[in-house]
Nanobody
Framework: QVQLVESGGGEVQTGGSLRLSCEASVRIFSKYSMAWFRQAPGKGREFVAVISWTGGTTSYTDSVKGRFTISRDNAKNTVYLQMSDLKPEDTAVYYC???????????????????WGQGIQVTVSE
């Protein structure tokens, strides 16, 4: 299992920006697809964004397209989620996920066999 530590969450007003970071403790970070999921109060877990091993492929859920950008720095074992034009409906606990899967598989079939961070709170106020 990969140890993942998220940072960068907090509270921001509608229209604001935040950048989440997730640092992985693993020998070969570049073997893993990386994703962000989120869970809002009273709702199920939701896929947000995924990035391939090389960073050449990314995918987003429709509600964040054009506002969120996922990226990675394999030299720093870190994946990022830049969030702009934030809305109250983006309020959730955000989880970083690492999996030795294709990006499509990680985005649709992530489960407990993958590595999950502890989660970080993002709150968007009106």
């Amino acid at each position: 299992q990969v140890q993942l530590v998220e940072s960068g969450g907090g509270e921001v007003q509608t229209g604001g920006s935040l950048r989440l970071s997730c640092e992985a403790s693993v020998r070969i970070f570049s073997k893993y697809s990386m994703a962000w999921f989120r869970q809002a109060p009273g709702k199920g877990r939701e896929f947000v964004a995924v990035i391939s091993w090389t960073g050449g492929t990314t995918s987003y859920t429709d509600s964040v397209k054009g506002r969120f950008t996922i990226s990675r720095d394999n030299a720093k074992n870190t994946v990022y989620l830049q969030m702009s034009d934030l809305k109250p409906e983006d309020t959730a606990v955000y989880y970083c996920v690492a999996g030795q899967r294709t990006p499509l598989a990680l985005s649709t079939r992530a489960d407990e066999s993958d590595s999950w961070g502890q989660g970080i709170q993002v709150t968007v106020s009106e």
